[in-house]
């Protein structure tokens, strides 16, 4: 099929980039220096100078980890939204659209298999750098992350939301501006998804609603609930559970997202996509 074949060179040009280098050589310095950070926590000592027990060690780890979960979230969105915002845009600025659609391929089958081959490269760097990094931390401090195969969907899901928001915008939009609305669109979702959390914790429905709507509208938030509640003990959310405020953590999420929810963001990404692709098929080159 032509998808698959788009795909294929979409993967290959995606290779050859400095983009995806950087975030291998970066990715590859984070984990290393946060295994050399953690194989320091064996000596921690509590507030009267004895050494922290073993069940406080996997506490700190678990924090710990929890921060660098959100860095890795927040590199593959940055990268994801750079990437697809690209991925249009650039070839019809320098004229490869023109010479790839002259061929029997649609517009469609370029926006589609475009969208595949990116979706590989997301659920590939989630699953490997998830393993990697988790599989550390389990060995060097005791930690074990609850669900580790529900964290890279998660993880990778809130990517390939991005991913197909940016190639929408790669349409239509250089490369530059697309890539700035999705990273934007990102930060804003979070901090809406943080407003609506104070709303749950002060029961003000007003409030709450902004967190409710942002989450419809860019599901990245919601699904990085989701990916969050993967790596949280059962003791950690049963004693966040009793505290009210906890609903305005953001790096706390006392259930995973709901499967209607999780309906809603399969049609988000559907109607996304679908919208890319008449885009794409009106627009003049």
Not at 46 to 52: A, R, T
Not at 133 to 142: D, F, N, R, S
Not at 218 to 241: C, F, K
Request: aromatic share 10%; proline share 3%; charged share 10%.
């Amino acid at each position: 099929m032509l998808v698959l074949a788009i795909a294929r060179l979409t993967i290959r040009e995606a290779a050859r980039r400095r983009l995806l280098l950087a975030l291998l050589i970066l990715t590859v310095i984070a984990i290393l220096l946060s295994a050399w950070g953690f194989s320091h926590m064996t000596t921690l000592k509590c507030e009267d100078g004895s050494p922290c027990t073993a069940e406080q060690v996997r506490g700190v780890a678990f924090a710990l980890t929890t921060l660098l979960a959100f860095m890795f979230s927040f590199v593959l969105a940055l990268s994801a939204a750079f990437t697809g915002s690209s991925s249009i845009a650039s070839e019809v600025e320098s004229g490869i659209a023109q010479a790839i659609l002259a061929r029997p391929i649609s517009r469609t089958e370029v926006v589609l298999g475009k969208w595949l081959g990116f979706t590989v490269l997301i659920t590939v760097y989630a699953a490997v750098v998830s393993v990697i990094e988790l599989g550390l931390v389990a060995w060097i401090t005791g930690y074990a992350a609850p669900h580790v195969a529900p964290f890279i969907a998660f993880l990778a899901a809130e990517g390939m939301v991005l991913m197909s928001m940016a190639l929408l915008f790669s349409t239509r939009l250089s490369n530059i501006t697309g890539g700035v609305m999705a990273v934007s669109a990102f930060g804003l979702a979070w901090i809406a998804g943080i407003v609506g959390g104070f709303g749950q914790a002060f029961n003000n429905d007003t409030v709450r609603s902004v967190g409710t709507i942002s989450r419809l509208l860019i599901p990245t938030d919601g699904l990085w609930r989701g990916a969050i509640y993967s790596l949280e003990p059962a003791v950690y959310i049963a004693a966040q559970n009793t505290v009210r405020q906890s609903a305005a953590n953001p790096f706390y999420a006392s259930s995973y997202p709901a499967w209607p929810y999780l309906a809603w963001v399969t049609l988000w990404i559907v109607v996304i996509m679908g919208l890319a692709v008449l885009s794409f098929q009106r627009r003049e080159l």
